[in-house]
């Protein structure tokens, strides 16, 4: 790969990131099986939020992407929420998992899916920079109040399910490999 491909795949990557939060319960079996590096797809939409406060399940998936759709621009039912959404079939990299007094932080990048390989055998210091910047922000969040219409039944049952695993904890991205 040459200089302008990489430097064209961090140009179409990393500016303009935003930062969305879901937040979930997964048992410990689900949560171990995100490892730093991994490459998931999620086959369904994904629903996420800009509102951000303290975790309202043992589980925080914080993704990181320049590409979500603000669903209450479309959908004003959902604006309450900040709802973002993720097209159906959206690939991540898993950049950290980050635990705090039982409470686990699963930072997704959220990744093209002509850039796939590329991140599977990368490490730049650009995640690390997302990396360290998203552990502050995390410990920050454990002092916040929790964000209120994110612990609606509605809000809840929206991202009840893990984010490319199955909730029998099989891999979409593995098996599609």
Sequence with gaps: ??????????????????LYYRDTDLTQELISLYKKGNILLEPAFTDCSYLGGHPTGNTRYLIASSKAADLGKVQPDVAKYG??????GAF???LDVYEIDGCTQILLLHIPSHTVDFFKITNSNLEQTVIEKCRALFEKRMTDPEVEILTTE?????????????KEGKNYFEDMQ
């Design 1 to 18: 790969m040459t200089n302008e491909e990489v430097e064209s795949i961090i140009n179409e990557v990393f500016p303009g990131l935003t």
């Design 83 to 88: 709802m973002m959404v993720l097209n159906a």
């Design 92 to 94: 991540f990299k898993v």
């Design 154 to 166: 509605d809000w809840k049952s929206r991202v009840d399910f893990p984010i490319g695993i199955s």
